[in-house]
């Protein structure tokens, strides 16, 4: 069992149309380059992977990629742009579900370890990516960093979206690590928003580097981004990448 929010059929047709500037060209070409230089000759396995954002173009470049995926919604919609035998995906959240044979890379993008609402749950995703790892095998992780120099003493909101059609913002908790996204979206032309909100748990790069040691990882390279920017304490988010020994 898993404590994440399960995407439902709404949301899963809309998660494209919605993700215009995570699906275009100059985001995707940096994180796909950035995945199969670290894959080499071996295939690569996705935690959650969704309408297959990444893995679809990850296996047009030629990768072997397999996906587990907790929503059969979301993987209803990648079943439509690419075949089972193509790219094989298994029901089954990212903590526990075990899939067949070895793998040279693992990865996990777009925060989507904060689904995991416990510090359990998370460290189990770390066993299970070394679980598939092969020996010298990479564990990736795309995740934000909480701007919480942005809230003065008590404030507990922060935006993060504010444009025409939509606007974000997150409520934190410190105590618990706990945020919500909360999303109000405009549909259609008649002024009415449509309001979501998700929860998350958020873990700092050094607490996800404890968590890779418990599972036998060693961090191997933090950057800013897909592009191989340094990472720094201004960075707003962090690639990172732990390895097996071999």
Not at 144 to 164: H, M, T
Not at 188 to 204: I, L, M, T
């Amino acid at each position: 069992m898993t404590s994440s929010e399960l995407w439902g059929p709404e949301s899963a047709e809309r998660y494209d149309a919605e993700e215009t500037e995570m699906t275009s060209a100059a985001v995707l070409g940096a994180t796909v380059g950035f995945l199969a230089d670290l894959a080499g000759d071996g295939r690569a396995l996705e935690f959650a992977i969704g309408t297959g954002r990444v893995g679809v173009p990850l296996r047009d470049r030629g990768v072997p990629v397999v996906g587990i995926e907790l929503s059969e919604h979301m993987a209803a919609v990648l079943r439509r742009k690419v075949d089972e035998d193509t790219l094989p995906v298994v029901l089954g959240d990212m903590a526990t579900t075990v899939v067949p044979g070895e793998f040279s890379l693992v990865y996990l993008v777009y925060n989507t370890i904060s689904n995991l609402l416990t510090q359990d749950e998370q460290v189990e995703c770390f066993r299970n990516a070394a679980r598939h790892l092969r020996p010298g095998g990479r564990f990736v992780i795309e995740l934000g960093v909480l701007p919480l120099r942005f809230l003065p003493p008590g404030q507990v909101a922060v935006p993060f979206d504010v444009s025409e059609r939509h606007l974000g913002f997150d409520t934190i908790d410190p105590v618990e690590q706990l945020l919500v996204s909360h999303h109000f979206t405009r549909d259609g032309e008649d002024g009415r928003y449509r309001r979501e909100a998700s929860r998350h748990r958020y873990a700092w790069p050094a607490e996800l580097d404890l968590m890779a040691r418990i599972a036998g990882l060693r961090l191997e390279r933090r950057v800013a981004d897909w592009d191989g920017s340094p990472f720094t304490q201004d960075s707003p988010k962090h690639v990172s990448v732990w390895r097996k020994p071999r």
